[in-house]
């Protein structure tokens, strides 16, 4: 039997992106989980977001998607294309998890949930054309999986990801992540991880956990110190809650995660209106001081992005204005997009009667308004503008040196660098977007903010 996996691209509209550097970590991953099971199967893994995908071009008994919400129509089309063919499609990942009978519409068969408890039973039956029209997965254990290089990519690129936990017990309201993988914190063996990363063969590694710091802050300072211990020459980056280096085993998990090589961390600062925070259910995972956990962490040697979401309800326009102002105070960067309340996600029911009508799933990409405000000033229009002008605010060169040269030494020379790539890469993927949206008519929004409200409003 020949499988065929597929990775949509993320680019808006289906559109490949030249931003993204790291494979998607489901490829090489069920890769990996039907080789161990079935290595008579012969595979294809097929990056859409660098390749040139073409339906005609499928040379395969059964083609399978993951697919992120941004990324769910562009799947549906391609594999109505392939079925047409008389090619078995499979669709799983987050989206057809909270919305399987939308995506059995589209799909022979759809997989709900995580995929190892029942991968098998999918290849068996697809094999003998027995395919049920959904298999649900449940949440087994981490031990086992231990990551190899499948030699499968076609593509290359400039850095590799690894994976130590899955779960999250923080109930923020916005979050789709926990609805997937559950509320209880699941970890792989330590040493497989460190197997993980001592085997790869890229220097810069992505850590793809929802929240890096784990919630057990012990098994954390653990496995930084094996790292430490017995990887040399490779750095990571990965993102974390800003709960966790306040712990007063703070300092020794800071300590050792800069000598297991963290170079940047993306925390999730959510918001800077207590409303919106309070709305996200997300204090929890914030800490009493959220402002000196920021300045501990890069105390460290490691650098600081704060995610932010805008444009909640319970906001203004001068918000756009106050993430700049805080950046600039605490002298960190930020990756800003626009709140988007994800199908299967409490948000998504508490914003249900507000959202604006046909809106295609491919809008949910973190950069459109989709729903009404009640502020008249905060159109869906006003909204996406504000969120471009903080943009390129935030990333000009002075920004982006200044945030560079406030890392400690601790972390010189690669957390310095990273952050220059880092940040580099989020002004290039912004202007990209940008440019798209805009076209010639940059100047039209990119003044000070006072002009820009004033356009605006």
Known sequence: MK????SPPFGKGGTKSDSMQMAPPILEYLAILTQNIRPDIKIELIDANKEDFCVEKINADVVAFSTLTPQALWVYAKADEIRKKGIKVIIGGMHVTVLPEEGKQHADSIVIGEAESVWQSVLKDAEDNKLLPFYKGERLSLDGFVKRDTGLLKSSYRFDSFFTARGCPYKCTFCSVRKFFGDTMRHRPIAEVVHDVA??????????????????INRSIELYKELSKNVKGKWWFGQGDLLS???????????????????????????????????????TKQGKNRVDAIKKIRGYGIDVMMFIMVGSRSEDLDEYKKI????DKLNVSAHPVMLTPFPGTELYEQYREYLVPNMGWDRFDGNTALFYH?????????REMALLWLRDKLFTWQRILKCITKISLKGFPMAHFNSLMVQWAHKRAFKEYADNVLGGKKGVIFGDFDDLKRRLC
Do not use: F
């Not at 085997?199 to 057990?216: V, Y």
């Not at 700049?324 to 950046?327: A, D, M, N």
């Not at 008249?376 to 229009?381: A, I, R, V």
């Open 3 to 6: 499988l065929t996996i597929i």
């Open 199 to 216: 085997a790869s063969p890229k220097r810069m590694l992505m850590n793809i956990d929802d929240n890096i710091w784990g919630i057990n």
């Open 245 to 283: 280096p306040q712990h007063k085993k703070g300092d020794e998990l800071l300590k050792w995660a800069n000598k297991s090589g963290l170079t940047t961390v993306m925390v999730g600062w959510e918001s800077d209106n207590p409303a919106s925070l309070e709305e996200y259910n997300a204090k």
């Open 324 to 327: 700049l102002e805080l950046c």
């Open 374 to 382: 009640g502020d008249k000033d905060m159109t869906p229009s006003n």
